[in-house]
Nanobody, 121 residues
Framework: QVQLVESGGGLVQPGGSLRLSCAATGSIFNIYAMSWYRQAPGKERELVAEIISGGSINYADSVKGRFTVSREYAKNTVSLQMNSLKPEDTAVYYC???????????????WGQGTQVTVSS
């Protein structure tokens, strides 16, 4: 059974940094894309950053220049380095992956359990 396990959330002051990590475990044949989403209280879940096999990377406009997404393909992990954090970055951050479990199977979408990031003085 595939699981996405996140780590690295916490409380940080404005201007500070945090690094989130997510590991995909279980029966995995190929991961097509890994992403980070976030959901603030009272708001819809939004895409923060995604990295697609082949190297394509996309960021939300609100985090460009401050956040960096990266993958370790051999370890099935994705990380999000968050710098110059602002109070408006406060949210639950979710790891997301599109992957196939076996050769020839179609890809499915998986979500992590979420990790809280709070930016406050």
């Amino acid at each position: 059974q595939v699981q996405l396990v996140e780590s690295g959330g916490g409380l940080v002051q404005p201007g500070g940094s945090l690094r989130l990590s997510c590991a995909a475990t279980g029966s995995i044949f190929n991961i097509y894309a890994m992403s980070w989403y976030r959901q603030a209280p009272g708001k819809e879940r939004e895409l923060v950053a995604e990295i697609i096999s082949g190297g394509s990377i996309n960021y939300a406009d609100s985090v460009k220049g401050r956040f960096t997404v990266s993958r370790e393909y051999a370890k099935n992990t994705v990380s999000l380095q968050m710098n110059s954090l602002k109070p408006e970055d406060t949210a639950v951050y979710y790891c997301n992956a599109y992957l196939s479990e076996r050769p020839g199977s179609s890809e499915s979408e998986y979500w992590g359990q979420g990790t809280q990031v709070t930016v406050s003085s």
